[in-house]
């Protein structure tokens, strides 16, 4: 009931393309869901996040779409840019859980030219 | 990095020593955080701490211990190193737990042979 499952593994994508990446949680008392941006060589970057009481957060290119019935949530990235190439890890926790954060297993996004 | 420094980045160690990774601070965070990152289950916690000499356990936590005598350092120890430990450590800091975002150090890349 804890996990958090992430698809696809690896994703490419052209330059100006949508780029989605899929996380399915179990736990419904999880109350926060961010996405973690991660470069090669580098630690995870907090990118954009949802709490379950909004459908939707826009952040430039950036966009969670949540469906608290599903017990899903997915990032669209917009005009994909090769600088966009990374792996990108969805999260979810509760507060009472004192901030532990349970990731997605991560998917590596690689922009093509 | 948000003020987070982790030593060694890199360290090669043969099984059956210990070792101790260091995790430093300057953002006078409460919250601390020990992750593992290995390829396909994404970053999994080991330990937290919310507080100096308050550690709780994360989900991986065997054969790891923790410590944290000043609110700046939150160490991490594998008593007894295992090939199984091999992976990437990274440690995380946050204001306080829930809906905070975490910063993560560059983090260091451990091998036991």
């Known amino acids: 009931q804890q996990q958090v499952k992430q698809s696809p593994q690896s994703l490419i994508v052209q330059k100006g393309g949508i780029s989605i990446i899929n996380c399915a949680y179990e736990?419904?008392?999880?109350?926060?869901f961010p996405w973690y941006q991660q470069f090669p060589g580098k630690g995870p970057a907090l990118l954009i996040a949802i709490r379950p009481d909004v459908s939707e957060k826009k952040e430039g290119r950036f966009t969670i779409s949540f469906n608290k019935s599903a017990k899903q949530f997915s990032l669209h990235i917009m005009d994909s840019q090769p600088g966009d190439s990374a792996t990108y890890f969805c999260a979810a926790t509760n507060y009472n859980q004192g901030g532990k954060l349970i990731f997605g297993q991560g998917t590596e996004l690689s922009v093509k030219p | 990095d948000a003020g987070i420094t982790q030593s060694p980045r890199h360290k090669v160690t043969e099984t059956g020593t210990p070792v101790t990774l260091r995790c430093h601070q300057t953002e006078n965070h409460r919250y601390m955080y020990w992750y593992r990152q290995d390829p396909g289950h994404g970053l999994r916690l080991i330990h937290y701490?919310?507080?100096?000499?308050?550690?709780d356990k994360g989900e991986v936590s065997d054969g790891y211990s923790v410590s944290r005598s000043k609110t700046e350092d939150f160490l991490l120890t594998l008593e007894s190193a295992t090939s199984s430990q091999t992976s990437v450590y990274f440690c995380?800091?946050?204001?306080?737990?829930?809906?905070?975002?975490?910063?993560f150090g560059p983090g260091t890349r451990l091998l036991v042979l």
């Open positions: 736990n419904t008392a999880f109350d926060y």
């Open positions: 995380a800091i946050s204001e306080s737990r829930g809906q905070e975002t975490q910063y």
């Open positions: 701490s919310y507080g100096v000499k308050d550690t």
